[in-house]
């Protein structure tokens, strides 16, 4: 399901490729990050995710846990106030993805937090937390 929700996320965000951004999952190597492509990049990753303690887990009965999953929504770009700078481009990644619904799920997604991270070379970085509440089901063996 994780990869699931990350593709559709990626996806959701694809009209940013417009503004010359780079829209790209979390690389497989931290070292792959290197710098922005021409303009910026947004890069979207799974961050954590916290279960409630299940309401039944007797034998023989399902166990059914709420579950959050929060993802990280990370952008460096060049440029901060301008048009198509960090704060107008955070603000699109707010407007395209809150209230978007990944497949399968029931619940839509909602920002949690937006943090500065670096400026380094020009480049901001700013990381935008989402996160989706779901159903953990197991079903009894």
Do not use: C
């Not at 303690?53 to 929060?70: D, F, K, L, M, Y």
């Not at 978007?100 to 935008?128: K, S």
């Amino acid at each position: 399901m994780l990869a699931t929700i990350e593709q559709s996320l990626l996806e959701q965000l694809e009209p940013l490729t417009k503004l010359g951004l780079r829209i790209v999952g979390f690389p497989e190597n931290p070292e792959e990050l290197g710098r922005p492509i021409a303009y910026g990049q947004v890069l979207v990753g799974f961050k954590r995710e916290s279960l409630q303690p299940p309401a039944h887990h007797n034998n023989g009965v399902s166990i059914v846990q709420s579950r959050r999953v929060e993802w990280d929504v990370v952008l460096q770009i060049k440029n901060l106030r301008s048009h198509a700078g960090a704060y107008p481009v955070m603000d699109k990644i707010r407007d395209l993805l809150t209230g978007f619904r990944p497949p399968d799920t029931l619940r839509p997604l909602y920002e949690t937090q937006a943090d500065f991270v670096d400026l380094r070379d020009g480049i901001w970085t700013y990381n935008m937390t989402f996160a989706i509440d779901l159903i953990y089901t197991k079903k009894p063996w």
